[in-house]
């Protein structure tokens, strides 16, 4: 099976500006999960999607969004973007047995 | 909330020597305990996880502990190679539960020393 896809793998936005980033899970998985990893702060949890709905959230501010499309692929939206939203989006999906499988990610970088 | 601990932060050990990295989680319905392994530029990859109803679990050089009494988990290495180095992270979550999410810790940066 084709592993878990990101696009872009990078990306260079001002500050204000808007930014949505995609996610291909693995064929068959139905939960896609949105993490941020910056280099102080670990894995940070932003929410879960699974069938279309969201399942779970983190603690992050009403500017970070998502959704699933019925083919399980997910997107995320950062509205209003600021500097520190500079960080390493991975998103990860999962099956039935819950072992995430991870994506390689789409740099941000905010200037 | 739910909270999980990971100790240490760093860790340096001589090739060829045991690595131990440990984790205490908070929320005590968890029952899936997984370990990743992130290697400079890469993606988080599962390298062993563990049941609830599991004490411990080998795979190789790599083991893991549980003890849900203490709400503690570890990760154990042994004979660390130069390609050990990487940051762990673990994990801990409801299995199945649509209730809980996945909650990681803060990592370990483990370098192997030739």
């Known amino acids: 099976k084709a592993g878990v896809t990101q696009t872009p793998r990078y990306l260079i936005k001002t500050r204000g500006q808007q930014v949505t980033l995609s996610c291909s899970p693995i064929?068959?998985?139905?939960?896609v999960s949105w993490y941020q990893q910056t280099p102080g702060q670990g894995l940070q949890f932003l929410f879960e999607?699974?069938?279309?709905?969201?399942?779970n959230k983190g603690n992050f501010p009403g500017r970070f969004s998502g959704r699933q499309f019925s083919n399980s692929r997910s997107e995320m939206n950062v509205s209003t973007l600021e500097l520190g939203d500079s960080a390493l989006y991975l998103c990860?999906?999962?099956?039935?047995?819950?072992?995430?499988?991870f994506g390689p990610g789409t740099r941000l970088t905010v200037l | 909330g739910e909270n999980v601990e990971q100790h240490p932060s760093t860790l340096s050990v001589q090739e060829g020597d045991s690595a131990v990295i440990k984790c205490t989680y908070s929320?005590?319905?968890?029952?899936?305990f997984p370990w990743y392994k992130q290697e400079l530029g890469k993606r988080p990859q599962l390298i062993i996880d563990?049941?609830?109803?599991?004490g411990e679990k080998k795979d190789q050089r790599i083991a893991v502990t549980l003890n849900k009494t203490a709400k503690h988990f570890s990760l154990h290495i042994t004979e660390t190679q130069p390609e050990d180095s990487a940051v762990y992270f673990c994990?801990?979550?409801?299995?199945?539960?649509?209730?809980?999410?996945?909650?990681f810790g803060s990592g370990t940066r483990l370098s192997i020393r030739p």
């Open positions: 990860a999906s999962s099956g039935t047995l819950d072992t995430q499988y």
């Open positions: 929320d005590s319905a968890s029952n899936y």
């Open positions: 999607y699974f069938s279309e709905t969201q399942r």
């Open positions: 994990a801990a979550s409801r299995r199945r539960s649509s209730a809980s999410k996945i909650i």
């Open positions: 064929s068959g998985h139905r939960s």
């Open positions: 563990i049941r609830s109803n599991v």
